[in-house]
């Protein structure tokens, strides 16, 4: 598939913005120094919305991430152009302002996927179970690198190998790098704090237990296709 990149000052409807599959090798960044400048109105909803979490217990700390400014998906890779963000906005339900995450399924050797509850303090997914790994792409890191990080920290694992399946743009504005991660034979994980529970799924979503919704069987259904 041949995309171009849209984004700079136009506005995209919420979907899949490009599909890879990417090796991470074909995966290129660019950072622009010059932060984004949010409106005061979204400003003083992120600082709300950033009061709200610390409120119910979360150590959230706010910060600079990163947005997507623009990207290509023309011939065998994938660019993309980043700049500095303020972690908060994508906080935001419906003005993220293309704040920039990743997302990287881990599945086992015999095709396993594993899944985890997220603690209810989190800023997102609070309480729900997810796939794999995630987690926002800091100031003028590759967010390949971001997804080897989480893998990391959040479950103590180095995967055999690793993908990128897609480029989506979330109705929050939220922009989700989604990666495919297959672990060693014989691999063990070891949750962070951040999960109360976790769980190998079976291969086949099909056979999946009801705590998996139909956000996570999407996600299957578009990384593994």
Avoid: K, Y
Avoid at 44 to 67: I, M, N, Q, V
Avoid at 98 to 127: F, K, Y
């Amino acid at each position: 598939m041949d995309v171009d990149g849209t984004l700079s000052g136009v506005g995209v409807s919420a979907g899949v913005l490009a599909r890879g599959p990417w090796e991470p090798a074909q995966v290129e960044v660019a950072w622009r120094p010059d932060p984004f400048e949010p409106t005061g109105e979204a400003t003083d909803a992120a600082d709300l919305a950033l009061d709200a979490l610390r409120r119910r217990g979360s150590p959230s700390h706010d910060g600079f991430a990163a947005r997507l400014l623009d990207f290509d998906a023309t011939g065998d890779r994938l660019s993309l152009e980043l700049q500095p963000v303020r972690w908060a906005l994508r906080l935001l339900p419906e003005a993220a302002a293309r704040s920039l995450s990743v997302l990287c399924t881990v599945r086992a050797a015999d095709g396993r996927w594993l899944a985890g509850r997220r603690a209810d303090w989190l800023a997102t997914w609070a309480g729900r179970w997810a796939l794999g790994a995630g987690g926002s792409v800091e100031v003028d890191e590759n967010p390949i690198d971001t997804m080897g990080r989480e893998l990391r920290e959040e479950w103590s694992v180095e995967p055999e190998r690793m993908r990128v399946e897609a480029l989506l743009l979330l109705p929050s504005d939220m922009v989700l790098l989604v990666g495919h991660a297959w672990l060693p034979a014989g691999a063990m994980v070891t949750p962070d704090h951040e999960h109360d529970e976790f769980a190998w799924w079976p291969a086949e979503p099909a056979r999946w237990p009801e705590e998996a919704d139909d956000v996570l069987r999407r996600v299957a259904e578009l990384v593994a296709g």
